[in-house]
């Protein structure tokens, strides 16, 4: 294979990662088949008859908690990361759509301290402090989560980052849903990105909830660890009326480099501090450590690669490629010279109770037993080297 094929000419995932193949057109499974799917990414083809009716939808939702507000009580839910998105959701719900949102956080406790100075910058700037709840009482539960997918993650196949940020997404979800549950909120809003419609788009449905929000088995012999799962009475309430869990970002505009300088302009985050490798948090980044030298690769490629495929505009599609691309190394670069995330990998490495070497041990021994070796450490050796393009 020669080095202009070994990376999707249309997307940016490499032969090799996460049993990816390109062909001998230069595409990815991806790309080139729309039904083709893996344990870590599905290619969703949301058709534009869907996006209008989701956005009408939305567009009706937003109507209707306009038309119930009373400014006496929450009109929804939205979870508060600290993050460029969430922050850009409390601004619409706020200064557009003029409602009275509450803020939940959940501090699983491995947030950045970018993401914890941009939650007091939003908060202070908005005064929004008596509208804000921050949930840190969970991180037991997360840790024991943590050090379970860290320590037992065997597949050669679904990468720890995706399996992790799943588990861990579905437990922050179902704190949240739960908060809306004691207060009688309708809606939850969450800020997935346009890319993050793997598993959900637009909304998770009340059976996904529950499912979602059913204790892991390692968990079931803990109380401590269930009170943050959905009780079988918080169960019962919802077969009646659950609350509504919503992404808005999946079908009104979006516009990265837009939403950051909004809110960089409006002082609700600091200059450069919109960027989501600072505040996505430590664990995941840690993750990518582990599959980048388990897999041969960056797992965040599958989002960017999402994200390219839905420019329709030839020319946007390959601006975009090209702006990923350059992310993409630059992630790559900082896991090889240990530059990426260092104080936060330290973090997580004294928390969790293994050390960076011990991880990376654990990879090297999966990694030799793995069929597909030889591209992962082709793969390696060619982002090493700057040779993608």
Known sequence: MTLNNIICKNCILMDGFL???INEDHLCNFCADPTYKNPNWSKREITDEQRIAKKIDWEQTAKRMQQTHDGSHYDCVIGYSGGKDSTALIDMFVNEYHLNPLLISVDTGFMTSVAKQNMKDTLNKMKLYDNHILIEDANPTFKKLYQYYFFN???????????????CTDLIHTIIIKEALKRNIPY????FSPDQIARYFYETHPENIIEDGTPLFIFRDNENDLKWYLSQSEKEKMQVECPR????????????????????????????????LLTNCHVVKVALFHDFYRYGGITYALQYAELI?????????????????????????????????KEGNQTFFANIGITREELLQKV???RESDDNIKKILNNIQRIASNQLK
């Not at 939850?188 to 800020?191: A, K, Q």
């Not at 909004?262 to 002082?267: A, M, N, S, T, V």
């Open 364 to 366: 090297i021994e999966k």
């Open 309 to 341: 495929r839905q420019e329709k505009d030839a020319i946007k599609r390959k601006n975009s490629r090209k702006s990923w691309l350059r992310t993409y190394k630059q992630v790559a670069k900082g896991i090889l010279n240990s530059t990426f995330n």
């Open 188 to 191: 939850v809003i969450i800020g």
């Open 245 to 276: 869990l919503l992404y808005p970002y999946h079908v009104i505009d979006y516009n990265e480099q837009e939403i950051i300088s909004r809110l960089e302009g409006k002082g609700l985050i600091q200059k450069g501090k919109g960027d989501p």
């Open 153 to 167: 993650h065997n597949s050669p196949e679904k990468a720890l980052t995706v399996e992790i940020c799943h588990k």
């Open 19 to 21: 049993g990816i193949d």
